[in-house]
């Protein structure tokens, strides 16, 4: 079959499955002469590969397994509680709704009944997910010879009176990373009871712990293991991962140990149909500067939903935002009513913030039918309990394969066929990966990025640690700090004193509450409280750094998928105030942005173009923001008078010779738009090979830069320190440039449009911009490049 044709009708009886008849019925339901499918695949189904149980586990923690429905444990369950029952350090790292769980529960809920004092932490990234796996493992626990495990919570909703019982009595406490690093590692002492008897540690979902939020995370593991040592206990970490390339070098990053992985999943899977979506141009919609724009995946994804819930497929549609999913659920149901009026009340909107009483509702309602259609944010791809979907709808690459596929493993979860639909966004990532599959479906899961030597995320911890219990020397080098811990005994943080024993030791001196000055989540260096005015609530924190860019007066910002508008951004006071509106439309900061070359750390000369890894300080000042409504189009441009901000990070960098850019056809006046155009569709590739999001980066172009004397590219962290995804862009530069050309080349806009070539962030209001000329400015640079040398995974450790 062609792949961006639609194929003959197929029976749901035939070779190719439900999966295809389902595509074939969405395809039918397009305008006569209209294809917007561009890649179609089969994958096959998979049997179960089953297991006996476990000779060492509990005949009491095997029965009450048993009476949940699990007869016998696949394959990879056995072998994560085998490892992790002889003592190893184990990832598990298999698809969704593979049955991970089960690996850490036999040999936890076996040691914490045989020994009576044992106990063990289980973390994870969300509330949500921390009380589902709260829930079963209390429905394991609550009656029986296993009742006096005493499953509790521990987070920041915890009451006070709660909180002490839990120290006391709590033998499996269930928390997050902020709370172990807030609430346990801070008051240590408190918590003896536990640390002294720690068996096992349990890290959930940890291919969500990426960026500067893994680097944090990774050091608050590391210090968790010190702490614990030093009340003599060395416990086993269990890691669960969704499929990532090189889990056990991932997770051993993560925790500072080495880790086994077990990558073999021996759970059922039915066949997928797995199918690329590329929208179309709008005829009477034009973007900034007259610009094509596509149809929204969102509004795509509704009609999809449509003709799938009229062929009674249950159906799962990803959406980015609360209100996303709110709206791709109302206008399902409008165009179900049209059709049949009983249909429409079978679609709902499925989002974080529901009571978990709604969302089991809800859960059970598409399990068993009686709900046909959710509209859900990604915010649920972690602890959702819903099985046999018919379909999944993602509208909008969700930003690494690893959550493409998490998302994915909804559909067909056991040996029933299914379809997976992607709908490429108005983004360069999107269009590449729907007109280039083999990027998305067949390379290999991405590695998750964390640098926890990053010194500005690594100098708080560090006077954190010391005020925990004083470093010893091969502590700091441990923790990769010899030269920084000089620093910051320097600025008179930290001092070395023996106190008349040896060792000597590092103390935190003049340094009041470190680990309040951290936030795992945000970002780096002073946190900005973010606050509804309107009931006080707290919604969350941004740093300082990223602030201006995101919380400008005016701006819309999405917390957990609710809508509010910035009323007040008052830095000194490190507090941002706005109010929840709808307000129909979306905002992106415009800045005016310089760069400045403090070091090259590393440089390659390829004859006439120069790359680079440098670190620099960007000067940055936000001047407006553009208004856009859900369809792609450009209200205003509104001003504004912010103070300008430096950020030191890290950058990849290329220069050209002018005599390059003649012989690629590049005179004087096309350079500045050549160079810009490559810049931005970089910046929208670089989370190809770098597992960050568009906005986690930025990018400065310019025909003649002062510290380099030549026309220059540079793409930078948007993070203090850098995050390590320069890096990453520099240790992959040939193909992700060569992707950059790809996705330039294969537009089809006549001069630039969002999908290729322009920034929703310019600060230059996307002027000058050559899209040809971006062109043969990467095709001149890349004919110099050699090939990228072998993958590391992301390693940046060593």
Not at 296 to 319: K, N, Y
Request: glycine share 10%; with cysteine; hydrophobic share 40%.
């Amino acid at each position: 079959m062609n792949p961006t044709e639609p194929s003959a009708p197929i029976r749901p009886s035939e070779r190719t499955g439900y999966g295809r008849s389902l595509l074939n019925r969405v395809l039918f339901g397009l305008p006569d002469g209209e294809t917007r499918l561009t890649h179609v695949t089969d994958l096959p189904a998979r049997a179960a590969h089953v297991t006996d149980w476990p000779s060492w586990a509990s005949p009491d923690v095997v029965t009450a397994l048993r009476e949940t429905g699990v007869d016998a444990p696949w394959s990879h369950q056995t072998r994560t509680a085998d490892l992790a029952a002889g003592g190893q350090h184990v990832v598990v790292s298999t698809g969704t709704a593979s049955g991970k769980s089960l690996g850490y529960q036999l040999p936890v809920l076996t040691a914490l009944q045989q020994e009576p004092r044992a106990t063990a932490l289980y973390l994870s990234p969300t509330k949500a997910l921390g009380a589902d796996q709260l829930r079963a493992t209390a429905a394991l626990t609550h009656e029986g010879p296993l009742r006096d495990i005493h499953p509790a919570t521990y987070d920041g909703d915890t009451p006070a009176e709660v909180r002490q019982w839990v120290r006391a009595h709590a033998r499996w406490v269930f928390t997050n990373p902020d709370m172990l690093h807030l609430g346990i590692l801070r008051s240590h002492p408190r918590w003896a009871r536990m640390l002294r008897q720690l068996r096992y540690v349990v890290v959930d979902e940890c291919h969500a712990y990426r960026g500067v939020f893994g680097s944090h995370v990774a050091l608050v593991l590391r210090r968790l293991r010190r702490i614990a040592a030093r009340y003599g206990a060395d416990p086993v970490f269990v890691l669960c991962s969704a499929t990532t390339a090189d889990p056990a070098a991932t997770a051993s990053r993560l925790i500072g140990a080495p880790c086994a992985a077990v990558t073999e999943d021996g759970s059922p899977q039915g066949a997928r149909t797995v199918a690329l979506w590329e929208p179309a141009l709008s005829p009477v919609i034009s973007g900034e500067n007259g610009a094509p724009v596509r149809r929204p995946a969102t509004a795509e994804a509704a009609r999809i939903m449509t003709d799938l819930v009229t062929e009674g497929a249950r159906t799962l549609t990803f959406v980015r935002s609360r209100r996303a999913a709110e709206v791709v659920a109302l206008e399902t149901r409008g165009m179900l009513a049209e059709v049949d009026p009983e249909l429409a009340g079978r679609v709902t909107a499925y989002r974080a913030g529901y009571l978990a009483e709604d969302r089991r509702e809800l859960e059970a309602k598409l399990s068993d039918g009686s709900l046909l259609g959710a509209a859900t944010t990604t915010a649920l791809e972690l602890g959702v309990d819903i099985a046999g979907l018919d379909a999944v709808v993602i509208a909008g690459f969700p930003g690494t394969v690893a959550s493409f596929w998490q998302q994915a493993g909804r559909a067909g979860r056991r040996l029933q066929g299914s379809l997976v639909l992607l709908v490429a966004r108005d983004d360069p990532l999107d269009m590449y990966l729907v007109h280039h599959p083999h990027a998305l479906l067949g390379r290999p899961v991405e590695a998750t990025i964390t640098d926890p030597r990053n010194p500005y995320v690594l100098a708080p911890h560090l006077l954190c640690a010391a005020l925990e219990q004083p470093l010893t020397d091969a502590e700091v080098e441990e923790f990769g700090a010899s030269e920084l811990i000089d620093e910051l005994a320097a600025q008179g943080s930290m001092r070395r004193r023996s106190n008349g024993k040896p060792p000597a030791r590092w103390y935190a001196t003049g340094v009041d509450q470190p680990h309040d000055a951290v936030d795992v989540r945000g970002g780096i260096g002073t946190p900005v409280a973010i606050v509804d005015e309107e009931s006080g609530r707290l919604l969350g924190t941004t740093d300082a750094g990223r602030a201006p860019a995101t919380l400008y007066p005016g701006a819309v910002h999405l917390h957990q998928g609710e809508t509010f508008v910035v009323d007040e951004l008052d830095l000194e006071a490190g507090v941002a105030f706005v109010h929840a509106e709808q307000p129909g439309w979306t905002t992106s900061a415009r800045a005016l942005t310089s760069i400045t070359v403090d070091e090259v750390t590393t440089e390659h000369v390829h004859g006439p173009v120069t790359t680079a890894l440098a670190r620099v300080r960007v000067s940055r000042q936000v001047v407006g923001y553009l208004r856009k409504l859900p369809s792609g189009e450009v209200l205003d441009l509104v001003e504004l008078e912010l103070p300008e901000q430096t950020l030191p990070t890290r950058a990849v960098l290329y220069t050209v010779t002018p005599g390059l850019l003649a012989r690629a056809g590049l005179d004087e006046k096309r350079v500045p738009g050549a160079l810009h155009a490559a810049e931005h569709a970089a910046i929208g590739m670089l989370p190809l090979v770098a597992s960050c999001d568009r906005w986690d980066i930025g990018g400065v172009s310019t025909a003649e830069h002062p510290d380099t004397g030549l026309p220059t590219v540079f793409v930078y962290d948007g993070h203090p320190g850098g995050a390590g995804f320069a890096e990453r862009g520099f240790a992959r530069l040939r193909t992700w440039l060569a992707a950059t050309l790809a996705v330039i080349e294969s537009c089809g806009c006549p001069g630039g449009c969002p999908s290729c070539v322009q920034s929703p962030k310019c600060g230059n209001g996307n002027h000058p911009l050559d899209k040809q000329g971006a062109v043969a400015l990467l095709t001149a640079v890349l004919a110099h490049l050699p090939d990228d040398p072998p993958d590391h995974d992301g390693d940046l450790e060593t």
